[in-house]
Every structure is written in structure tokens, then in C-alpha cells.
């Protein structure tokens, strides 16, 4: 294993302070936390928390700052913060007007942010959620009951923090936040495994010409191990998975991401980007709307890509997407 840290335990709390000290216009470190929370000074809004295990970034701490995430709260490599770390989140992010909370669906987050409300409550801070379960490719995984929560989740970062930049309120957010989790579906591929720092070896194996598809965040099993194929069959597969989910029809409006999982370079990306606008765009006569390509919800170093669309159902969603934002990852 080769990665440039010091103490392999000590890998996340020293990727938070370089973080808090390189971006400390934008962002802290909550003392005595795994928080980053938001430099901006108080406006009066619904406060936006999210998080998981370390691993995935950007994903949470680099979509904290105005226009999206309040706060973000890291645990330990692939494994969910503490209900106590994920308290201090909230407490940071609440300006009086309550908190929600956006959770991905894997057992141990939804556990322990759930905890963590109730705590939060019992300090009289109004608190809301949304379990995110945007991965098509199995219904029931590792770590999981039901879907998983993947790189779906940013855009609803994105969306609903533009939400309550604009001053919605905490149940209009939780609305809105049910309504985007019922039209987002991602789907994703690994080329190679990711390697956790504190355990040292790769988490799963593929042969040099082996792809597996529907392959987890963590590394957890998708639904098929194949020999690679060029990218245009990759997109290929996806979008037949795709279509057995999405209810479309021609001039339809989608936002799409192209997510690198970590090792994959844009040049791979941006060629399989135009392999999903022939296929979308071209092939289904669909309107895609918004486009985004780039490393957004990774699992550490592991090679491959995921797609994620979201069905337009209210224009404002496009306004939402287009608003500026103050942040390091997006």
C-alpha cells in the first residue's frame, strides 16, 4: 500500500485540519470534533447537515459553505460518525430556524444521525431528515437495508441548500427533499478496488481485465463481474438498468452527473459523458439540462464511474442547481 499519510489511525484527523487550514476562509474545524462547519456568519436559515464515513471526498466536508452545507460530520474511513460527533454537527449548523439532516441510506448512518436527532431535540433544536437512496443497482447490500446512498446525494445537497440559502422553511425543505429522493437514480462501476488506509490491502479483487457493475461505495458487491468493455457498452449497460427504473419519454428534462469514483482521470469521464449524451440525448431524445462531470462522491482510490439522473419535476430544481455557491468541492 502506498499513500502519502503518517499514522494510518490518524489519517482522518489530520485530512480535517489540512482542510480547515488550506480553506479557512470558507470553512473550521469544530474543536474537539470531526465537524467542519461554515465560516459565514449567521442568516437566520434552516440549517444543512450531512456526512458519513471518511473516503468519499469531496464528499461531505467539500460541499460545506454558503449556497450548500451547513456543516458536514466526518467518521473514521467507511464508517459512520458517532451520534455525539453528529450532535456537535447540528448544534453547529442551527441558527434558530431548525436543522435538517441528509442521510445516506446505509445502516450504521441512518442509525446513528437518527440518535443524534433525538439528542438534539432533547436540547430543543427541531431537527428533520431524509434518508437518500438513490442506487439502482441492488436493492439490498452490504451495510444496507433497502438502496444505498450515493452520488445522488450531492445533488440533493446542492438543491436543497439552495432551498434554504433562498429561506425556505424546514418543512418546506423536507417537501422538497422527498420529492428530489423519488426522482434520483445512480449507478456506478468499479475498474479496480479502493484500499482503506487503516486496513491496508484492497477491499475486493478484479483481474487486470475484469469490471464489476453496480459495485458500492465501500467496495461492497454490485450484480455482475464482466471482462471491460469500451466505454460506450458501459454506458450501454447502464442505461438499460436505467430504463427499467425511470419512467421517461422523448423531451424529458434530466440533470446528470458523471461521478469519478478516485483514480478515474477526466479524460475516462468526459468520454463516457459523451457516451451517455449519444445515448440520452441523441438516442431517448431526452433534455438534459444540467450536466456535471467530476470527482464528487469517490470511494477513496478505487478506479471506475457512476451516473446519476434526476428527473426535473419543477423547473425551480434547475434554478436550484444553476445557483452560485461558496465551497471547495463543487
Do not use: C
Request: net charge negative; charged share 25%.
Amino acid at each position: 500500500m502506498k499513500k502519502i499519510i503518517n499514522q494510518p489511525d490518524q489519517v482522518v484527523d489530520d485530512m480535517l485540519n489540512g482542510l480547515a487550514y488550506a480553506y479557512d476562509s470558507l470553512v473550521r474545524r469544530v474543536p474537539d470534533t470531526t465537524v467542519i462547519a461554515r465560516t459565514l456568519d449567521p442568516s437566520g436559515k434552516v440549517g444543512l447537515v450531512s456526512g458519513g464515513g471518511s473516503g468519499h471526498e469531496p464528499s461531505h466536508a467539500g460541499f460545506v459553505g454558503k449556497g450548500m452545507l451547513s456543516a458536514a460530520v466526518a467518521g473514521q474511513v467507511f464508517t459512520s460518525p458517532t451520534p455525539d460527533q453528529i450532535l456537535e454537527g447540528i448544534k453547529a449548523a442551527d441558527e434558530g430556524q431548525g436543522v435538517f439532516l441528509v442521510i445516506k441510506n446505509y445502516t450504521g448512518d441512518v442509525m446513528n444521525f437518527d440518535m443524534a436527532k433525538e439528542l438534539a431535540e432533547l436540547e430543543d433544536i427541531e431537527v428533520d431528515s431524509i434518508v437518500v437512496d438513490d442506487d439502482i443497482a441492488v436493492e439490498d447490500s452490504t451495510f444496507t437495508a433497502g438502496r444505498r446512498g450515493v452520488a445522488g446525494t450531492v445533488f440533493m445537497h446542492k438543491i436543497l441548500g439552495a432551498a434554504a440559502e433562498s429561506g425556505a422553511s424546514l418543512k418546506n425543505i423536507k417537501a422538497l427533499a422527498e420529492q428530489v429522493n423519488d426522482n434520483l437514480y445512480s449507478i456506478g462501476l468499479a475498474l479496480s478496488p479502493a484500499t482503506n488506509p487503516e486496513v491496508g490491502k484492497p477491499g475486493f479483487e478484479l483481474e487486470d481485465n475484469e469490471i464489476e457493475f453496480g459495485i458500492g461505495i465501500h467496495g461492497e458487491p454490485g450484480y455482475s463481474r464482466e471482462n471491460l468493455k469500451p466505454s460506450k457498452e458501459l454506458a450501454e449497460e447502464f442505461l438499460s438498468k436505467l430504463k427499467k427504473e425511470v419512467d421517461w419519454s422523448a423531451g424529458d428534462k434530466f440533470a446528470v452527473m458523471v461521478n469519478g469514483m478516485g483514480a478515474t482521470p477526466l479524460m475516462e469521464q468526459f468520454v463516457f459523458m459523451n457516451d451517455i449524451r449519444a445515448l440520452l440525448d441523441d438516442g431517448e431524445e431526452l433534455e438534459l439540462v444540467y450536466r456535471k462531470v467530476g470527482d464528487y462522491m469517490t470511494a477513496i482510490d478505487m478506479a471506475g464511474v457512476s451516473l446519476t439522473l434526476l428527473k426535473i419535476e419543477d423547473e425551480q430544481w434547475i434554478d436550484y442547481l444553476n445557483a452560485p455557491v461558496e465551497v471547495i468541492g463543487w
